[in-house]
Each structure stands twice: as structure tokens, then as C-alpha cells.
């Protein structure tokens, strides 16, 4: 858990790179990650010394030699700061060694380091940066991955690159209405700095502790469980950073456009796919991979995700996607046609809208949460729908605690979906038969069903006012001599 002592000095840190010269957030992010990283391989070759020592043998498979002690972080963290911003800087220092032979350790962030470049400013900011992480417990799981996220929601603080992070709150949301499981292959196709599959996890671990004991088990969790696309090489490198500090060390990130050619061997990979496909974008035809333009015609990014998202889900495997609201009734061919691919093809069994204030400060758009699981044959009955009207947060920019909050309203009735079939439509959450909404031309807005009730409203008849008025206004006429008479005694 965080402490305010620590906060305050992550938020001194990301103050002093602003002031530094160093105003990108996703910049400030992956430098402090280049620096857990050099920590982390002085924390790889303690464990081989102290098994060396412990077995009375050579170490093996040593980090760094004799001549690069001066490399390490537990040695550079207490020299002064000129000496460790040149330490860093010269050829074959503390930073040309992560690029190069650190890069060669066992872990699956290692391959991500080609283009590293450091961009710390002054030996002062990199002796703060230093120091910080310094006094953060690494031994603690907990406690390095809240740092990491705290670090993390100051992208979303920092606007222009907010939309590489979804709300931890409706992440967390999305994970409690999928229930993952020990036995589950989840899936981020737009991973960013992989929120989805870090909660994900989490909420496997509290469930589930029992799987860190058997070696089997914790061999699959740390590793082969999580897989996730992302063609940006900033990103990829901080969400695998973000994976490695909550113990999932070689979880299989692709450095790829989840769109393109190049990602056409996913292909029924997943069990679970929990994602937030970007937005608003739209593709050169060209560079769509076909078989995601067969099951729909366009270039809009929204829907070809959830075309991937098909595509690479098992048989009997689910999904929670967020989509724009565009998706849920846009009267083109393309959204028709992936709402009847879901609906008739596949079984759609949730949709919540949500209120367009969630992703503010840095977008407006309303959005909802689609829940479906991959059939080939159907299996569609009755759709449930959820009307969200707070997460917890204020809707405006400022995105402030309030007592109101659906969230937790909207996991207990999506458990216990039996007990659905007898709300009305005027409530928050009801259920809706596949043919009404095949009816409706796969319409999939919450409106289109929901019921309000208008309560009639009797005003008094026209010469009853006027008469009102006239008693007023004699009554003012009265008050107002009386007022002139007192001013004039």
C-alpha cells in the first residue's frame, strides 16, 4: 500500500522531469521504467549470489562480471549525482549495459529494449528518480506494482495520452463480470500499459492464492495466462514493465498491429478477452487483415476489433469489450452487421451504458460495455441491459470521489441474472428477448427499450393566473403607496 510520504515523492519526481524539459508523460513513465529495470538486474544477480554462496559454488549465470561491478544499482545508488549522470551517459555504462547484455537476461521485458534512449536531463533529477525507487520495497509485490500504478494514472492526469488508460474502476468492473479463472488464457488485443491484464490477475491471485504454491501452476500464471498486441514500442515496453512488477514475468506481448496481416495467427487463442479497443479510428483498406474485413466491411477501428476480438476467442470463450455508443445502434451496413454477427452468430448476453463522463478529462464520448461469448452457432436468448448513471466519480473533468455508484449494484445483478426477469423497464437493469431487438433493426441502445413513466402534470386554467396577477399587482400597488407615504412623513 502506498503511503502520502511516497506519493509525495512520486509526485516531486514527476513535477522535477516537467521542470526539467521533459513534459511527455509517456517519456517521464518509460524513463522510471528503464531505471526498474537496471534495478531489477542488480536484484537478479543478488539471488545468484546468495545461491552461490548458500551451495558453496561459482555463480552461475552471473548478470554482471568483475569489471561492470560499478554498473549495478545497489553500488551507483549512493554516488554523487554528477558522478552517476556520467556513469550513465558514457559508452558502455549503466544504460548501454541495460540496451545490451542486460537485455540477454531471462525475462520476457528484455526484448523490448531496442530504441531505449535516455532522456533524463540533469544528474539531479536522475539521482531524485534514483533515490525514490531506492526506498520503495521491490521484495514487495504490492507495493512496487501500486507505485508503477500510481505512476501510471499520472498519464491520465496529464491529458493528451490519457486515452492509454482505461479507468481502473471500470477495468475492475469488467474483471469481477467475467470471473477469470486459474484455467483461463486472457487477452488484451490493445493492451497499452495493460490495466486489463494486470487486474485481471489480481483478482485470479485473491481468488485463487493457492496457485503460487504449485510450481505448475505458478509456472503458467507468471507466464503463459496473459497475452496482449500493442504495435506502439513505448507503450509495449510499459505495460510489460507493468506485468513484471505484479509477478507476471513472461507474459506473451506481441509488438504487433492487432489489425494487420501480421497478427493473422490469432486465431481462437483466448478464453478471455477484456478489452478497450481505440476509438474513432479508421484504417487504410490495405493494411486490414481479409479475414476480419469477411466478417465486416469497413475500415472503422471499433468494429474491426471486435471482429479480432471473434476471431481470437475459443470456442465457449468471453469477452467484455467498451465500444463507442456509435457501435450500439449506427444505421450503416458495417454496424449492422457486426451487431448481427454477435447477436445471430454468437450470444450477446450484456450491454451497460455508461455516462459520457468516465473517460474525462481527456474525452467526452459516451460509451458502453458489450459482454458476449463466442458460440459459431448462436445461443443469443434475452439481452440483458444496464442503465449506469455514476461510477463513483464526478462526471466532469475534475473527476472527483461521490457517494453515487453503480458499479457495485451492477456486478450483484449481473450474478444473479435469474432474478432480471421480472424487472420492468423502468428500472435501472432488465432483460430484453433477441426478437424484439431483431425487430429493431439490432438496435442496441439502452433507449430503445427503456421505459420512462410521465407523470401528469395539471396546471390552473389561464383566467385563474391572470386573475393571480392582477391580486399581485394591486397588492404591489398598495405596498408601493404605502412606501412613498413613509418617505415623504
Known sequence: MLTQSLKSQIDKVWTTFWTGGVSNPLTVIEQITYLLFIRRLDELQILAERRANALGEPIKNAVYQANEQELRWSVFKDMDAETM???FRKADGVFDFMKNKGASTDSSFNKYMKGATFMIPTPRLLQLVVDLLSAVDMNDRDTKGDVYEYLLSKIASAGTNGQFRTPRHIIRMMVEMTNPTPEDIIC???AGTSGFLVKAAEYILENNPQILNNPETRKRYEGDMFMGMEFDATMIRIGAMNLLLHGIENPQLNDVDALSEANSG????????LANPPFKGSLDQ???DSSLSSVVKTTKTELLFIALILRGL??????AVIVPDGVL?????????IRKEILDNNQLTGVISMPSGVFKPYAGVSTAVLLFTKTGAGGTDKVWFYDMKADGLSLDDKRQDIAANDIPDIVARWNNRTAETGRNRTEKSFLVPLAEIQANNYDLSINRYKETIHVEKTYDKPAVIIERIVSLDAERGTLMAELKALLIN
Open 188 to 190: 488484451d488485443p490493445s
Open 286 to 288: 490495405d493494411a486490414v
Open 85 to 87: 549522470f556520467d556513469l
Open 314 to 319: 475459443k470456442l465457449g470463450g468471453r469477452a
Open 266 to 273: 490469432f486465431k481462437s487463442k483466448a478464453t478471455l478477452i
Open 329 to 337: 445502434f449506427g444505421s450503416s451496413n458495417a454496424h449492422k452487421q
